[in-house]
């Protein structure tokens, strides 16, 4: 499968704490994306990192893309209620015109 | 601008039904994309238009589902007949231009659908 993967499947964290999900894929990408997934609701883009850039913020989002290991972090500082939600990376394949996604990350916020 | 607009947001349905899902695309965009999400498969894309041309219809489960998109904007995704394995969430998402070309996606809110 071309699919990106993303790890881990679940995580919880207090609020105020630091947020990982990483994403790990098998072929060249053009560019990698984070969208996140409130429950109930469609996708919401957060940010793009393109194959020849290494790192992006976004406010309290920090994304590392590394071609090299063909992974990509994004970091979600002081975390917060409202960040509770699903996280997935996609990814465009060098060649390809459309954009496959992950299996995602539940990321819970505990007040 | 209202986003991408989906309809209906929830439809229940009996096996061997037709069922229709729609779709409005953000006008300006050129292509328009059709996701199914369930938890066994995750988010799989089932066809991508590019200016109301069908492009890659690869992920297409069965013959028994068909999308069209007569106009630019407007989309219908079609199951004939239905079957309560495809019972998932069905979006709908548009973007200005390619993906490969750093071009982000907007989702519609879905369409639940439950086939009994």
């Known amino acids: 499968s071309q699919q990106g993967e993303e790890d881990p499947q679940a995580l919880s964290i207090q609020e105020g704490e630091n947020a990982t999900m990483n994403c790990s894929y098998k072929?060249?990408?053009?560019?990698l994306q984070w969208y996140r997934q409130n429950s109930g609701r469609g996708l919401v883009h957060l940010i793009l990192?393109?194959?020849?850039?290494r790192e992006k913020h976004s406010g309290r989002l920090r994304v590392t893309l590394d071609t090299s290991k063909k992974s990509s972090s994004l970091l979600i500082t002081a975390s917060r209620a409202a960040d509770t939600a699903s996280y997935f990376c996609?990814?465009?394949?060098?060649?390809?015109?459309?954009?496959?996604f992950g299996q995602g990350t539940r990321l819970t916020i505990n007040p | 601008d209202a986003g991408v607009i989906q309809s209906p947001r929830h439809e229940v349905t009996e096996m061997g039904q037709e069922v229709t899902l729609r779709c409005k695309p953000i006008?300006?965009?050129?292509?328009l994309f059709w996701y199914r999400q369930t938890m066994m498969r995750g988010l799989e894309l089932l066809i991508y238009?590019?200016?109301?041309?069908?492009?890659?219809d690869s992920g297409m489960p069965e013959d028994r589902f068909s999308a069209k998109m007569p106009n630019a904007s407007f989309s219908t995704l079609k199951i004939q007949p239905s079957e309560p394995r495809d019972s998932a969430v069905y979006f709908c998402?548009?973007?200005?231009?390619?993906?490969?070309?750093?071009?982000?996606?907007?989702f519609g809110s879905g369409t639940q659908l439950s086939v009994l």
């Open positions: 998402a548009s973007s200005l231009s390619a993906a490969a070309t750093n071009e982000k996606l907007f």
């Open positions: 072929t060249s990408i053009n560019n």
């Open positions: 990192i393109r194959s020849n850039e």
């Open positions: 996609a990814t465009v394949f060098r060649g390809a015109q459309k954009l496959v």
């Open positions: 006008s300006g965009h050129d292509y």
């Open positions: 238009f590019n200016n109301n041309v069908p492009i890659d």
